[in-house]
């Protein structure tokens, strides 16, 4: 079984960083495309950004040019970094990975996280 877990989230002030990180666990060969999404108080969840195995990303528009997607395709984990925070980004902020193939010949075609929850509040 393929899991994610999440982490770094907390308070934070407007203006400030968050790193958040997700870690892929299970006996994993692939991931083709991993990335983040978030739900904010009374709105559905919605993509934040995305990453493939050959590094093409892809984000919202509001979160252009503040957050940074990246990877590590050998510990298939995925990182956001968050800078800039304003308050509309306090969100639950949960990871997905889609295509996953694993042993025994297993394939999966989105994982989701239980989420990390951001604050940006001062």
């Known amino acids: 079984q393929v899991q994610l877990a999440e982490s770094g989230g907390g308070l934070v002030q407007p203006g400030g960083s968050l790193r958040l990180a997700c870690a892929a666990s299970?006996?994993?060969?692939?991931?083709?495309?991993m990335g983040w999404y978030r739900r904010a108080p009374g709105k559905q969840r919605v993509l934040v950004a995305r990453?493939?195995?050959?590094?093409?990303?892809d984000y919202a528009d509001s979160v252009k040019g503040r957050f940074t997607i990246s990877r590590d395709n050998a510990k298939n984990s995925v990182y956001l970094q968050m800078n800039s925070l304003k308050p509309e980004d306090t969100a639950a902020y949960y990871c997905?990975?889609?295509?996953?193939?694993?042993?025994?010949?297993?394939?999966?075609?989105?994982?989701w996280g239980p989420g990390t929850l951001v604050t940006v509040s001062s």
């Open positions: 997905n990975a889609g295509d996953v193939r694993a042993d025994p010949g297993y394939w999966y075609p989105e994982v």
């Open positions: 299970g006996s994993i060969r692939s991931i083709n495309v």
């Open positions: 990453i493939s195995s050959t590094g093409s990303t």
